[in-house]
Every structure is written in structure tokens, then in C-alpha cells.
């Protein structure tokens, strides 16, 4: 913890995170933890002091923003600082950078970072970008699983569409289209797995019959297993996806 004199007297305490990643010197005001630093390696205290000390007029214009529009409590331990890809087997860090902008870029660094940059002060907002971003990474990767699932069983689909659903993991359309929940990407591979030959099995029987569940057998012994473990999964996920 390091701390600086503000123009007008006041003294604000700041954190020092080290990084080894980090390119960057680089700052954050978060609503609940105050002023972060970044210091990326080779970078010493006192130059990043300095450099603190250079952004007043960005961290006073931003100490103004937060007390015009404190953020709701509730909405603000919803955001995540990991996010656990269980799907991929990545668990990255999610870092909010302030910028003058009133939109959210986001940026995403495989197995390593996501990084929101810009409106990030409004929780609702970096949500917002955090559900469009995981609708398009599991566009990505369970389409493509789905091909692969599909090739690996024998069964066909006609079309994959990823969605937020509510209360389901999945659907099957009497024409063979599926759709997932992007959800999906929070849960483990062999859950999603399951989720994707059940969906499958729909092309070939439209309903939960006794042949239904034996062709799901056929690919996955241990469906009940993992049917019962998935019970209640949808209301236990973090709250921003939800
Ligand atoms: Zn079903």
C-alpha cells in the first residue's frame, strides 16, 4: 500500500500489484478495492510513484465519476476478477481498465487475460461486455465440439445456434437444429460433453423414451451420474451470467 496527496489536500492509499506479465504501467479505480497500480518488471517503486503522481487529473476526474454514480453493491461483487472457463480449461484474469471512452473494448489474451477497457465504472456495462464476449467465445468452441461430437457418433444436426437460455443447457428442434446455452463454457468438458450427445440424441428421438436414454448410454455409461451432478449446476453459476 502506497499513498499519494491529492491537489486538494485530500490523501488517497493506493495498491501495488506486481506483474510479470504486464507491459504497462497501468491503473485502475475500482469501486470496492480503491486505486489499483500495475507494475509491470523493471519498473521501480519510485518511477511508478512518479508515474502516479502524473495521472492526478485522471484519478481526481475519476474519484468525482464514482461519487456522482456509486454503483450498486449487489452488481459490484458480481463482477469477476477470474473467470473459470471449465469448458476450455482456462482460468483467466479479468482486469477492468478505466478509460475515458463510453463504450467497453474487450480483449482477450488465450489462457492468460480478458481485459475490458473504457465505461468500465458501470458494472451493468462491463456485464453486459463479459455475456457478448462468452456468446461468441462458445460460438467458437462448443460449435465446434458439436462437429466433433457429431463425427465421433455418427449422429447429424443441421444447424448450431448458441443462446443465454434461462433454465436449459440445451434444445433440439424437430428439423435437427441445437441450440446450447453459453453457459455451457462455465461447466466442466465432460458435463458439457454429456450435453451435447444428449442434444444429438434428440435427432434421433424426439423424446425422453427408454430408447432415447439407451442411445445415450451407448455414448455415455455414466449419464445418470452426470445428469444427477448437473442438477441445480444453472443456479449456482456467478451472478454475472445469469
Ligand atoms: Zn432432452
Redesign the pocket.
Known sequence: MARLTLADGRALDYQVRQSARAKYMRMQLHPTHGLLVTQPPGVSARALHQWVLSQQPWITAALQKLAQHPPPAAAVSTLPERLALLATGENLHVIYTPSARKSITLHYLEHATLTLTGAVSDPAHCQQALRQWLRSYAQVHLSKQLRQVAAETGLHYVNCRIKGQQTRWGSCSARGNINLNEKLMLLPPEWVRYVLI??LC?TVEMN?SKRFWALVAGFVPEYKAIHAQMKGAMGQLPGWVR
Open positions: 444428449h442434444e434428440h425422453h
